[in-house]
């Protein structure tokens, strides 16, 4: 199983930043793709950001030229981080870290997710 731990976020002004980070631990760090969602109230969760096992990134259109996705590894541990640029109120939602056995993590049908952490953005 692969463990995801969230932190970061919390409330920004519009035209701010924030970064989020997600810790992965308990496999091989280079057998599973990361990916950053998020949730607005009513809405569906859609995906941001993601890392590929060939640390390829990829991007929601909304979030292009802003939003920057990286990751580091250590040991068995891989880190992702969602930096957030030129915030938009539109940006707020409860963001998740998702992780899985896959070379591409651009869809939600992920088998682990983080806890998700708030970002408001007013």
């Known amino acids: 199983h692969v463990q995801l731990v969230e932190s970061g976020g919390g409330s920004g002004q519009a035209g701010g930043s924030l970064t989020l980070s997600c810790t992965a631990s308990?496999?091989?760090?280079?057998?599973?793709?990361m990916g950053w969602f998020r949730q607005a109230p009513g809405k569906e969760r859609e995906a941001v950001a993601s890392?590929?096992?060939?640390?390829?990134?990829?991007?929601a259109d909304s979030v292009k030229g802003r939003f920057t996705v990286t990751v580091s590894k250590d040991n068995d541990k891989k880190t992702l981080y969602l930096r957030m640029n030129s915030l938009k109120a539109d940006d707020t939602a409860k963001y998740f870290c998702a992780a899985d056995f896959l070379q591409y993590c651009t869809t939600d049908r992920l088998g682990y997710w983080g806890q998700g952490t708030q970002v408001t953005v007013s």
């Open positions: 890392i590929s096992t060939d640390d390829d990134p990829a991007y």
């Open positions: 308990g496999y091989r760090y280079a057998s599973y793709c």
